[in-house]
């Protein structure tokens, strides 16, 4: 079983930068891909990034692409997500995901263990 605990959400204005963590325990942090999503007040919960069991392949939604970088420090078992240029359309809760797949890819059910979650909220 793995916990995985983000942190790093916060209030920002729009075109300011955020860097969230993500820190998993209790499991074998290089054997799982990780990925974000994300979810507004009243919409789905979306995609965001994945990285591979090691950082070979990312994949980005394309809202977000050329803003967001994820990465992962399998010495330090934890996956990051450094968010630049925010938008007000980029606030959400931010959720942190762990897959048994090597390329889960976009789709939640793909993904076994979650995170509670993270408050990003961008002012314009």
């Known amino acids: 079983q793995v916990q995985l605990v983000e942190s790093g959400g916060g209030l920002v204005q729009a075109g300011g930068s955020l860097r969230l963590n993500c820190a998993a325990s209790?499991?074998?942090?290089?054997?799982?891909?990780m990925g974000w999503f994300r979810q507004a007040p009243g919409k789905e919960r979306e995609f965001v990034a994945y990285?591979?069991?090691?950082?070979?392949?990312?994949y980005y939604a394309d809202s977000v692409k050329d803003r967001f970088t994820i990465s992962r420090d399998n010495a330090e078992n934890t996956v990051y997500l450094q968010m630049n240029s925010l938008k007000p359309e980029d606030t959400a809760v931010y959720y942190c995901?762990?897959?048994?797949?090597?390329?889960?890819?976009?789709?939640?059910?793909?993904?076994?263990?979650w995170g509670q979650g993270t408050q990003v909220t961008v002012s314009s």
């Open positions: 995901a762990a897959s048994h797949s090597g390329v889960p890819g976009t789709q939640s059910r793909n993904y076994d263990f």
């Open positions: 990285i591979s069991w090691r950082p070979g392949r990312i």
């Open positions: 209790g499991g074998t942090f290089s054997n799982y891909a």
